[in-house]
């Protein structure tokens, strides 16, 4: 259930309403709108709760929302989220390229990789320090030192950072360094880790599970958001098909099938979406296209070579800066602002650890 109020209403008022249902044993989560703001209803209330909140002043009306994830919908946020994360916004008309390598491997190659992502125009550099691999024998990350390599790299080239984090246990070590959390495909439904991301304020940045339906990915996310983490974005990875001449099928729909069900950003990643560099390109650019609010892209200065198999999904650094030059170009005309400051932020000047 969702509480509209009147769009005059005061600061003190909403405060007095957020009591008044917070005392019928239900949690109220606002969400302030230019015009109005909204009051999500968490929890099993009343059957008479609704109709005496529709009674009280300020309250234009008190809306049933029928999905099963609420705080989530469109419903109880109808404008776009926008994350800013030191400046950089994510969300709304704002494009951003999240660029790096599957893995962080050693200091130099992580510092390399972000000064190209930086140079070519991108705002966030990723890499897995933790990494989630199919079989228990497989390079599994280089761990917390990978986290330090990624930030101090991030800081010295002026770049975000976003990292896997796959268990509760190291959210907060990960969170620690790195500026947005991932949760990769396989972590979608572990309900424990989000349930940990939703205790803290950092942005995570959730991966659709490779056979997730929408409301399941929504639900995923509900999860964060009623723990109380607002800055959650969505991102479609491809999803298994019956067709293996690709490793996923990206599933180009759910951009604007999110986009219209949820006022969550919605963040494309071609990489794994395809498994195949050569169609990295044209995906991305279909992404964004289709409305994507940025793409996360693997990218690697030595792909053959890379720790994990994720190397033939790899860009080499002069497709990507290719490729954003290209999306400088489009980004305008689907009604997208791609901002390639090239010069460090302050805010990044600043950071330390
Ligand atoms: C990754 O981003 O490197 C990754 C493992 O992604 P996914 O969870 O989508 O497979
Ligand atoms: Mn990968």
Same mark, same amino acid.
């Given at each position: 259930?969702?509480?509209?109020?009147?769009?005059? $209403?005061?600061?003190?008022?909403?405060?007095?309403?957020? =009591?008044?249902?917070?005392?019928?044993?239900?949690?109220?989560?606002?969400?302030?709108?230019?015009?109005?703001?909204?009051?999500?209803? $968490?929890?099993?209330?009343?059957?008479?709760?609704?109709?005496?909140?529709?009674?009280?002043?300020?309250?234009? #009306?008190?809306?049933?929302?029928?999905?099963?994830?609420?705080?989530?919908?469109?419903?109880?946020?109808?404008?776009?989220?926008? $994350?800013?994360?030191?400046?950089?916004?994510?969300?709304?008309? #704002?494009?951003?390229?999240?660029?790096?390598?599957?893995?962080?491997?050693?200091?130099?190659?992580?510092? %390399? $990789?972000?000064?190209?992502?930086?140079?070519?125009?991108?705002?966030?550099?990723?890499?897995?320090?933790?990494?989630?691999?199919?079989?228990?024998?497989?390079? =599994?990350?280089?761990?917390?030192?990978?986290?330090?390599?990624?930030?101090?790299?991030?800081?010295?080239?002026?770049?975000?950072?976003?990292?896997?984090?796959?268990?509760?246990?190291?959210?907060?070590?990960?969170?620690?360094?790195?500026?947005?959390?991932?949760?990769?495909?396989?972590?979608?439904?572990?309900?424990?880790?989000?349930?940990?991301?939703?205790?803290?304020?950092?942005?995570?940045?959730?991966?659709?599970?490779? @056979?997730?339906?929408?409301?399941?990915?929504?639900?995923?996310?509900?999860?964060?958001?009623?723990?109380?983490?607002?800055?959650?974005?969505?991102?479609?990875?491809?999803?298994?098909?019956?067709?293996?001449?690709?490793?996923?099928?990206?599933?180009?729909?759910?951009?604007?099938?999110?986009?219209?069900?949820?006022?969550?950003?919605?963040?494309?990643?071609?990489?794994?979406?395809?498994?195949?560099?050569?169609?990295?390109?044209?995906? @991305?650019?279909? @992404?964004?296209?289709?409305?994507?609010?940025?793409?996360?892209?693997?990218?690697?200065?030595?792909?053959?070579?890379?720790?994990?198999?994720?190397?033939?999904? @790899?860009?080499?650094?002069?497709?990507?800066?290719?490729?954003?030059?290209?999306?400088?170009?489009?980004?305008?005309?689907?009604?997208?602002?791609?901002?390639?400051?090239? %010069?460090?932020? %302050?805010?990044?000047?600043?950071?330390?650890?």
């Amino acid at each position: 259930m969702i509480v509209i109020t009147k769009s005059n $209403i005061t600061e003190e008022r909403i405060q007095e309403l957020v =009591q008044i249902i917070e005392k019928s044993g239900v949690q109220a989560h606002v969400s302030r709108g230019t015009d109005r703001t909204v009051i999500g209803i $968490i929890g099993k209330a009343e059957p008479t709760l609704g109709e005496h909140l529709r009674q009280l002043k300020d309250v234009d #009306n008190v809306v049933k929302i029928s999905k099963s994830y609420k705080l989530a919908s469109r419903e109880f946020h109808p404008e776009d989220t926008v $994350i800013d994360i030191k400046g950089v916004k994510i969300g709304g008309d #704002n494009l951003v390229i999240m660029g790096g390598p599957c893995a962080v491997e050693s200091p130099e190659q992580i510092d %390399e $990789i972000a000064r190209l992502v930086k140079n070519a125009g991108g705002q966030v550099l990723r890499g897995g320090a933790f990494k989630p691999r199919t079989g228990p024998y497989s390079f =599994q990350g280089v761990g917390v030192e990978g986290l330090i390599m990624m930030a101090e790299a991030g800081k010295k080239h002026g770049l975000l950072t976003i990292t896997e984090v796959m268990t509760p246990e190291y959210v907060d070590v990960c969170a620690e360094y790195a500026d947005i959390l991932q949760v990769g495909t396989r972590n979608m439904q572990n309900f424990d880790l989000l349930r940990k991301l939703g205790t803290i304020n950092k942005p995570v940045l959730l991966k659709r599970g490779f @056979s997730a339906t929408y409301d399941e990915f929504l639900n995923a996310a509900e999860y964060i958001l009623a723990g109380g983490n607002p800055n959650v974005m969505l991102c479609e990875r491809g999803i298994r098909t019956f067709e293996t001449y690709t490793r996923n099928t990206l599933d180009l729909s759910a951009i604007p099938v999110l986009q219209s069900l949820s006022h969550l950003p919605v963040i494309s990643d071609p990489s794994h979406g395809t498994g195949r560099r050569e169609l990295v390109e044209p995906m @991305s650019k279909a @992404s964004v296209a289709a409305g994507a609010n940025g793409l996360i892209i693997e990218m690697h200065t030595d792909p053959d070579n890379s720790m994990t198999g994720d190397g033939v999904q @790899s860009l080499f650094p002069d497709q990507f800066a290719n490729l954003l030059k290209d999306l400088e170009k489009l980004a305008p005309i689907v009604g997208k602002r791609f901002d390639t400051t090239k %010069e460090p932020a %302050e805010a990044f000047a600043t950071w330390t650890k």
